[in-house]
């Protein structure tokens, strides 16, 4: 999730953009540049990679609020189908281990398998239901 555009790789507009690090960059979409892919403006994010054979899906939506929007859904971009993975797969910062990003990764998880919409919504539902943001805030 953001908006860097390195390597010609972005959604529509300005951005920020759920996208896939797929290793050559982030995708928004099976093309470097996916302007379907629009802009999420929320102060926190629920956001989905999903992978399955031929194709991958981009969720994303206001950790907040409301329900989640398909961001992309198709093939994988040229060179990555089949998808070959190798090495570890870390949550919250890029495979480089690099420090571009801005902002603050709370909670992540991985599962086998390819989920149904209803349980992508229930736990969109759920996250909302977290109260992200509301309440108070204790600094140690």
Do not use: C
Request: charged share 15%; net charge negative; no cysteine.
């Amino acid at each position: 999730f953001g908006n860097s555009k390195v390597g010609g790789h972005g959604g529509g507009g300005d951005g920020p953009w759920v996208m896939a690090d797929l290793e050559d960059g982030l995708w928004p979409g099976n093309m470097k540049l996916f302007p379907s892919n629009t802009p999420l403006l929320a102060d926190f994010v629920t956001a989905m990679v999903k992978g399955r054979a031929g194709g991958f899906t981009l969720k994303g939506g206001d950790a907040q609020a409301g329900p989640l929007k398909n961001m992309y859904k198709g093939e994988r971009p040229t060179n990555y189908n089949p998808m070959k993975k190798q090495g570890a797969i870390v949550l919250g910062i890029g495979g480089d281990n690099s420090d571009w990003a801005v902002g603050t990764f709370y909670e992540g998880v991985m599962t086998s398998g390819f989920s149904s919409d209803a349980v992508d919504d229930a736990v969109q539902a759920n996250i909302v239901a977290a109260g992200y943001g509301h309440g108070s805030v204790i600094v140690v």
